[in-house]
DNA sequence: CACACAAATTGACATGGATCATGGAAAAGC
DNA sequence: GCTTTTCCATGATCCATGTCAATTTGTGTG
């Protein structure tokens, strides 16, 4: 189980973490990012009730693809997921990495099936929540629907600064930018904000970030040469943050 | 008043139709694309009594800044609107264009402020929506609950498409998917799929899209010349919709 | 109407980052 | 533990699109 709060594993892989499938939310160490947050006592049991604690899915494994009828939204338990979309042509764009506390398959409410791909990038579970269920419990807890509301305009914000990123921003610009929203990600989730796991591959990142695998392993390389960095396979250590918030433009 | 559904204007332009600062939202044109669609009579009655409903907005006015706080939603009544977000450096990115019946400021809600900036494109009226009130009344309607997380999670959606364009398509790919959305939308509206006006600039589109204005200004003449599209102007006509539509990638 | 200023077009040229190619290092499969 | 596959790093080259510059067209204003 994730005790955040109180572990700061430096090289941490949030896969690794033992977490136990029962606990409920008032005991999960997430609680202070995660959805019931707000909840009184009595919502919060009946959210508890049609939440479905998911097993591991392995790395690489689909926790749903574009062709499934969307049926429950998921928050990350533990691990990390990418999602992606995919062009008529099979080019695809990688549109989220997700760590625990995160919402996945938010822009499916009420569409038919997924808008998009969530695959696990190291072994992960989350909790599921069927949106049906959802809906049914929250026509009588407006904290809740205030809470669904809040998370969607975050993320639709984050997008829209994710926008400037793909549209206005050079190459050292945009891995700097993802290092640090990395960074700050896990620095939330009681982590060092300077030496943590890249969970996903170069290849991710570079398909995230609009760039070619190449640029970005030459990125690292001299993101590390000008001390900004240093990197070894997918652990990161962050040695000069403030340089590093300077570059984001 | 625009009565969508009537009249088909080949070059239209939303500002120059009247429109009626009165009309209660079951009288609208827009209804069937608007946020009261599903509501019961009761329900709207409510839900009309809190909106407000503009004046008009002259072309290059601010609907609202990202250093104003947060206090309303807003669904373009006529006319249209860009949205932008502005780097530290002072480079911006226009992250939508926003026509009748589409609302404006949703990445903001439960933010202390607006989290972009809303200028009108032409001569655009828009009602307002009070978010506090909204909320207030939202807790015994369901149905409207239901229909913001719909709105919310269909921009997000749409958010997510424009990423691929950003990320993986072509300066080519980029314009004829933009003229395909802007279309889809006008007829959305009852409008000519194929005849209309751009409110917005060469340099907006060409922000919004990733690319130098130059690059869209030889995009438009190149479209032209191969007898994908005809334009003069602002006016635009689409001369080869399949064309167009497999040259989306 | 004429002026001033902003927007759009078009051409010439430059360049950031893509693409291609190769070799080595992990990781996965058996 | 060996083999196969995928991932990553780095160099050489190229090209789509950006930048700069000059001109034309459009637009708003007194």
């Given at each position: ?61 689909a926790l749903f693809t574009s062709d499934q009828p969307f ?11 990418k999602t992606t979309i995919s062009a008529t042509d099979g080019r695809d764009q990688v549109t989220g ?7 996945i398959a938010?822009d499916a409410?009420h569409q038919q099936n997924y808008q998009s791909n969530a695959k ?39 997008d829209?600064?994710f926008m400037?990123?793909l549209g ?35 290849s991710d990142?570079a398909n995230h970030l609009g760039l070619a695998v ?36």
């Amino acid at each position: 189980m994730i005790q955040a709060t109180n572990v700061t594993p430096l090289f941490n892989d949030l896969a690794k973490i033992e977490h136990d499938r029962n606990v409920a939310c008032h005991a999960c160490s997430l609680y202070s990012l995660c959805l019931p947050l707000g909840l009184n006592n009595n919502d919060l049991i009946r959210l508890d009730s049609i939440i479905e604690r998911s097993q591991n899915y392995k790395r690489g494994y689909a926790l749903f693809t574009s062709d499934q009828p969307f049926k429950s939204l998921f928050v990350v338990r533990s691990g990390s997921f990418k999602t992606t979309i995919s062009a008529t042509d099979g080019r695809d764009q990688v549109t989220g990495f997700y760590f625990p506390g995160e919402f996945i398959a938010l822009d499916a409410i009420h569409q038919q099936n997924y808008q998009s791909n969530a695959k696990a990038l190291e072994s992960s579970s989350v909790c599921e929540l069927p949106f049906q269920n959802m809906e049914e419990i929250g026509k009588g807890m407006p904290q809740l629907q205030i809470q669904m509301l809040t998370r969607l305009s975050k993320e639709l914000a984050g997008d829209k600064t994710f926008m400037l990123l793909l549209g206005k921003k050079t190459a050292d610009e945009k891995l700097a930018t993802f290092l640090l929203s990395l960074s700050k990600r896990f620095q939330d989730r009681g982590f060092s904000a300077t030496n943590f796991q890249l969970s996903m591959s170069r290849s991710d990142i570079a398909n995230h970030l609009g760039l070619a695998v190449e640029t970005v392993s030459r990125l690292f390389s001299r993101f590390q040469e000008e001390g900004l960095i240093s990197i070894a396979g997918k652990a990161l250590s962050v040695q000069d943050i403030e340089k590093l918030k300077q570059l984001c433009g």
